[in-house]
């Protein structure tokens, strides 16, 4: 055979396959729009409830809202506004499965109270009772009471989709999510229960919640001669540029910007200055700003002009008229 027969012939092995790949998102989708459906039928049973009527107490009344409580009228109110116009999923599901709504509301409701459990787990079996998943409502990984020992999530829970394994929360590690993760140190553990603890803000790993139960220091932190993680100063090397000051923190250190009347700096404010900047001078430890206008010496020359006085500078002005 040609190129293009194999090729066909390929395409067509495959084609069983392709769907398939899908199937599982599309079974969590179902599920979501089934779980939706129910929830506005529960908002549209709240919002109906007593509707046209003036919440009087006279046996006319009572009698008429009886009927209107179980009534087709009411049932086909709630339908209509199940779903968006837009939303295909949702109107296909309710068009598809609008008999067994209807059966439920005249016949099952008060043997199966629980609308969702009735009609999307049972019934038209798109989704599965919690903590358990797929096709066949499996039990997820850590049993279906505490799915993943309560410290994650089980991947399809409660749809028809997905294969029950664990997603943890950033505390916990591993297949049942009972491991403690990098940062954290274990405070509970058994078969059934994990309590996972952060570590002291210097430790990379741990065995307990202070600095000196640290098994490595993060970056930043430095053993002592104690064995305890202590922060690392790391301005002593002087790692800012020219024009800026080092401040360290905790793990780590910041560079920030000198004052503007200073060329160059140990700290914040211009008593920090190691030499002052043009336009300023050295007064009372701090580098003041020269008040270029009042000089002996006039700076604005010029007829008809005014002197400014600016931060380091001064700017000459033309008199009011000028």
Known sequence: PGPAVLLCAALLLLMPLLPARGAGERRRMACSTCRGIVDRF?????DTAKKNFGGGNTAWEEKTLSKYESSEIRLVEIIENLC??????????????????????????????????WFCIETIQVCCPAGTYGPDCLACRGGSERPCHGNGHCDGDGTRGGDGSCSCNKEYTGEFCLDCSSGYFSTLRNETHSVCTACHAACRTCTGSSNKDCQDCKEGWIKDEGGACVDLDECVASPCKDHQYCLNTDG???????????????????????ACASGYVKKDEK????????????????????CVNTSGSYRCTCSEGF
Not at 94 to 112: D, P, T
Not at 257 to 266: E, L, N, P, R, W
Not at 287 to 306: A, P, R, W, Y
Request: proline letters at 1%; charged letters at 35%; a negative charge.
């Open 252 to 274: 780590s250190f910041s560079c920030k910007a000198c004052d503007a009347s200073c060329v160059g700096c140990t700290g914040e404010g211009s008593e920090k200055c190691k």
């Open 42 to 46: 529960n908002q549209g049973l709240a």
């Open 84 to 117: 968006d116009s837009s939303n295909f999923e949702c109107n296909n599901m309710v068009e598809e499965h609008e008999e067994h709504i209807e059966k439920w509301w005249f016949k099952l409701k008060k043997k199966y109270p629980d609308l969702f459990k």
């Open 287 to 306: 580098c003041t700003d020269i008040d270029e206008c009042n000089l002996s010496e006039k700076v604005c020359v010029k007829e008809n002009q005014n």
